[in-house]
């Protein structure tokens, strides 16, 4: 068979995953042959990877030249890795242009976005693909089962924590993510995530949604009422401390942005206590579904530990999942500030907080029992070998529909765009009254 000629747009650190997979086991049927990214030194490192592979160097272009690299590549499917707030339009222009979609979540960040790739679709019948790779993680994979074959009954509420540490929540407002008009908040850009897996494992649409939080350990103001004095406004320094970002430490942070930001200004390392953040590091929301289940979500980017906990009651019973990703944060541990810890395995044993995860099930009238989680080898469990299999070989059969499209990107980042509503207005937000059409109707999958 023919390969699938792709494009790329946008071609910072997370566009690593897809150009690897294309580079390595999917080159027999993918092969990488543009790239369209207004930074040279981003475009080119990609590029490499791809002619190191054995490919002919893929033809790179400025965003105002997307559509001519897919008629002119003759370009089948656009993997959009961009900043959040540029999705949509991306999207848009792609289809448009005669090519299918794959896009990192969140799928945009505001409701009219949303309607208008909806429209977009719509009007060429072209496919969009989002890459929830938290679905295909074994321990999600497995509650999902354990709720699908029914055995706590028909769910009645759902108690969701999740808790970035202080190297990976502190991430988010070092770099664009820190700014709301860039991506939505972590309400869309992180809990889209988790708002898709309620969705998932629910089979149902959020109605409405009651969110409460605020900038309450990050920022400048918060850092003067400790009294933390004067900061360097980035972290590339001699002497950075644990909460700065020392780029020429990662020699593939600094290809990709410190060697970049001559020719954008783009700055990866900015301080998390300085001006100008404007998004939330605690949040939480209640939200209520069309099947009568009710969420109570909270979310905090300043933890000691990182992980998550999820407890799902249903009529029979109460389902428990609990995973520890990192139990702690140590001074001079060598742990990269930038690392996600669902990304790698750490293999670091705490005391009373070691790393790992445990499902729970216990049924009315009977003792807890413990079900087993199955994991593979590679990021999130094996979920992004798996994922990838889905994008670039086709979606399987999966009894667990895992496989999502822009129906689904867009009831997940329903949940946070109502939320940053009931932010700013102290009011309850209906999520029909969004604007987007898929969301004035039951929808279950």
């Keep these: 068979m023919p390969r699938l000629r792709y494009a790329l747009a946008g071609a910072g650190h997370r ?31 990609h590029a490499r990877t791809v002619v190191s592979a054995g490919d002919a160097a893929p033809r790179v272009g400025a965003p105002d030249e997307l559509e001519t690299l897919i008629r002119e590549e003759r370009v089948d499917r656009v993997i959009i890795c961009a900043r959040d707030d540029l999705h949509a339009e991306l999207i848009v222009r792609s289809l448009d242009a005669g090519a299918d979609v794959v896009v990192e979540k969140p799928l945009t960040i505001d409701a009219p976005s949303a ?99 605020g900038l309450r350990f990050y920022g400048a103001a918060n850092a003067a009422a400790r009294g933390l004095g004067e900061r360097p406004a980035r972290g590339t320094h001699d002497g950075a401390d644990l909460f700065e970002l020392d780029l020429r430490k990662d020699p593939r942070l600094a290809e990709l942005y410190l060697d970049a930001e001559k020719h954008d200004g783009y700055l990866r390392d900015r301080d998390v206590f300085s001006d100008g953040i404007t998004i939330e590091d605690n949040l939480a929301l209640i939200v209520d579904y069309d099947s009568g289940a009710t969420l109570s979500y909270s979310l905090n980017a300043h933890a000691p530990w990182e992980g998550y906990r999820v407890a799902v009651n249903g009529t029979l019973g109460r389902a428990e999942l609990e995973v520890v990703e990192r139990g702690a944060v140590l001074a001079g541990e060598g742990l990269h500030p930038a690392i996600d810890p669902s990304l790698s395995h750490t293999e670091r044993v705490a005391n009373l907080r070691p790393e790992g995860e445990r499902l729970i099930l216990h049924k009315h009238w009977g003792e807890a029992y413990e079900v087993p989680i199955v994991s593979g080898t590679g990021g999130h469990g094996g979920g992004d070998a798996l994922l990838l299999n889905d994008v670039f070989i086709g979606p399987s059969d999966d009894p667990l529909s895992r496989p999502a499209d822009w129906s689904d990107g867009i009831r997940s980042i329903a949940v946070g765009i109502a939320g940053n509503r009931s932010l700013e207005t102290g009011l309850p937000v209906q999520v029909a009254d969004l604007g987007v059409r898929l969301l004035q109707g039951p929808a279950a999958r």
Aim: with cysteine; proline share 4%; aromatic share 10%.
């Design 15 to 45: 566009a690593q995953m897809y150009v690897e997979a294309i580079a390595g086991p999917h080159r027999e049927r993918a092969e990488l042959v543009a790239i369209c990214e207004p930074n040279p030194v981003r475009a080119q490192l």
């Design 115 to 213: 309607a208008r790739i909806e429209e977009a679709v719509a009007r060429t019948g072209r496919k969009v693909v989002l890459t929830f790779n938290y679905r295909y993680s074994p321990r999600n994979s497995t509650l999902r089962q354990v709720l699908q074959d029914g055995e706590i009954g028909e769910i009645t509420s759902v108690d969701f924590s999740w808790m970035l540490d202080t190297n990976h929540g502190a991430d988010y407002f070092r770099r664009w993510h820190r700014e709301k008009k860039n991506s939505g908040g972590l309400l869309v850009h992180k809990s889209s995530h988790h708002f898709d897996l309620v969705n998932w494992w629910l089979r149902s649409q959020p109605r409405r949604v009651f969110a409460s939080g």
